[in-house]
């Protein structure tokens, strides 16, 4: 069973920077497309903001290109979102995924950004 914690959310001001980081409980990362999605207030459905594919690819929501970025640390088992440029619609429960089968997924517990204006 993996395990992903995600840390690094909290309130910042409009055009402010936060580096989300989400640790495996393994190796899971180097092998494995992982993503970053998120949930704003109100939305049932969680949207894809930023993938890292197992051989480094990377795509990003038209949303947030050239503002976030997305990087693995494999020695660390981590993986991080660099957001800058941060805007009141960014706020969100930031949430981690690794999909390591098309059956089989995970997903970290979330960790909440707040934009204010």
């Known amino acids: 069973q993996v395990q992903l914690v995600e840390s690094g959310g909290g309130l910042v001001q409009a055009g402010g920077s936060l580096r989300l980081s989400c640790a495996a409980s393994g190796r899971i990362f180097d092998r494995n497309d992982v993503a970053w999605y998120r949930q704003a207030p109100g939305k049932q459905r969680r949207e894809l903001v930023a993938?890292?594919?197992?051989?480094?690819?990377?795509n990003y929501a038209d949303s947030v290109k050239d503002r976030f970025s997305i990087s693995r640390e494999n020695a660390k088992n981590t993986v991080y979102l660099q957001m800058t440029s941060l805007k009141p619609e960014d706020t969100a429960v930031y949430y981690c995924?690794?999909?390591?089968?098309?059956?089989?997924?995970?997903w970290g517990q979330g960790t909440q950004v707040t934009v204010s204006s």
């Open positions: 993938a890292i594919s197992s051989g480094g690819s990377r």
């Open positions: 995924n690794v999909r390591v089968a098309s059956y089989l997924q995970y």
